[in-house]
């Protein structure tokens, strides 16, 4: 079936191939041409299992095997109480990701396939993925950390051909069969085959006979991964073979990641990567869906084992992490290279993070989104050293500069579709609009919520796609990109629009608020908004009577007063603890917080 549909009524395994981010009967500039040459994401794997066979790719920890649930399980541990891991070689990942591929080849699976992986991250998770691609099926990733219901919302909108997941999940598929009719080509992990007959455990019983690797294009589907759906209904992201590839080149280059680093694989997604980069990969002792609740022991234990070298995770995790090492004198002295994506990093936390790891090393703050990713990056000491006063002062978060790949504009606000590129003329430095950005690395369409194309792409006159991210923010004279807020945050008032970052920076400089989010609530006699900052104060210091709330609520007022970006917000509110993401714990739901404001004012 070819996804490359923008309707799903119109797939047809007749379609004609369309080239990802070029539409039909255009031509493009002659830099970005590319030779129409095969190219399999998971050819990277087999190149590194050539290069360095005997390497571990993956270690991931050991428990005790289950009796009478998921949390009965216990870590293994040697008779000096070292914790034991399960490891596997690049050579053995290859042969295995062949051995599942051949098998799933044998029983059905045909190249362009939708299959749902859900699995738990670790050896099985990686060497199914590239065990997908190399049999030329297109993988359905999800994040769990949505919910239940949101995650079986978008399943049922994927409408996969079939499952490679736990029992769990085969258990809901089999009490729903309507919502997935076309789910008949299924593979077990991690259980009987009381759910179908294929099982990876039967599959690693067969000898490896040899390579396996379906032969693709730059532009054929290989992936749908849905966005978080924190700001919005989660959409399914067509990711290409181009986009990976891409992925992995830009991330490598401006990280400097070579061969044999060691990784601690606090994000799953960056997991897949490091087989491609030729880096170990150490799974830690947690739940990648609740970041915010990692155990510092455990995480530090598996740094300290394996002397890693790089870790990617999410500010919700470093905070718990950083936390515990600057209360407890501990560190991560061989950690060089440290990454954190998914939210703006508190300059608090960059400061004590940098005393936690190898006096050389670096923090690095990736910037991008699910249909946009990598686009900017910015490191701890150039944001400590020059952009966090002026991000104190309402600059906005500088999030660095764009991947080497990425062309990027500002274009004028606006909440109206945009057809063609040259319908509208770029902002200047320094003027607020919506990034808009292109690139290999960048995806084309969505393929549920078909109806988002319209406000989110833009085709230029080669027929290239351009994605707006729904960010709103200004581009500086070194061409860095400042981050001001998501467009559908900002609040149009009488006297103009606010932004949520810049605002929000003022009143995050008192002492005792914690956060702070602006939202415009309709006013009934005017037009336009009217401005409210809501604060969440340090647990600590939440106001004891109204004595206090009252002073607390005129001293914001008055950082407010003092900054021409505030001045005319008039209301300010105190809320116990704010609705955020459930991964992230830091995205903020304004929508949530106006309607609550209401009821106030």
Known sequence: MNLEIMDKKEFSDKAEPVKESVLPGTKIPAKDAEPDQAINIAHRLTVMAQ??????????????????????????????????????????LDQDSDRIAQALLAAGFEPGMKIALMVRMGIDFIS???????????????????????????????????????????????????????????????????FGKLTLSKIRKRSWEKPVLTAKHWDDPAAIIFTSGSTGPAKGVLYTHRIFNTQVDEIAARYEIVPGAVDLAGFPFFGLFNAAMGTTA???????????????????????????????????????VVHYCKENGKSIPTLKRAISAGAPVPFRLLEDFIQCIHPEGNIYTPYGATESLPVASIDAHEILEETANKTRLGAGICVGRRFSKIEWKILPITDQPIEHLEEVEPLPPGKIGELTVCGPQITARYITRVEANKTAKIRDQYGRIWHRIGDVGYLDEQDRFWFCGRKAHRAETKNGPLFSIPCEAIANEHPRVFRSALVGIPAESEEGSEPVIIVEPFPEYWPKNQQERDLLIKEVLALLEKSEITRSIRKVLIHPKFPVDIRHNAKINREQLAQWAKKYL
């Not at 999800?142 to 049922?156: A, S």
């Not at 234990?301 to 718990?320: C, H, V, Y």
């Open 282 to 320: 150490i799974i830690p002792d947690m739940d990648p869906t609740r970041p915010a609740s990692v155990d510092p022991v455990l995480f530090l234990e598996a740094a300290n084992d394996w002397k890693i070298t790089q870790s990617f995770g999410s500010p919700a995790l470093w905070n718990r």
């Open 128 to 194: 199914l993925v590239f065990a997908l691609f190399k049999a030329g099926t297109i993988l359905i990733l999800i994040d769990p950390g949505m919910g239940v219901k949101k995650m079986l919302q978008c399943l049922r909108e994927a409408d996969p051909d079939g499952f490679a997941a736990i029992p769990a999940v085969h258990t809901v598929r089999k009490f729903l069969p309507g919502w997935f009719p076309h789910a008949d080509k299924n593979l077990i992990v991690g259980g009987s085959s009381l």
């Open 51 to 92: 290069k360095y066979p005997e390497e571990i790719a993956i270690a991931e920890p050991r428990f005790t095997k289950k009796r009478w649930g998921l949390f009965s399980r216990k870590p293994l541990r040697d008779n000096q109480g070292k914790r034991l891991y399960k490891t596997i070689t690049f050579r053995e």
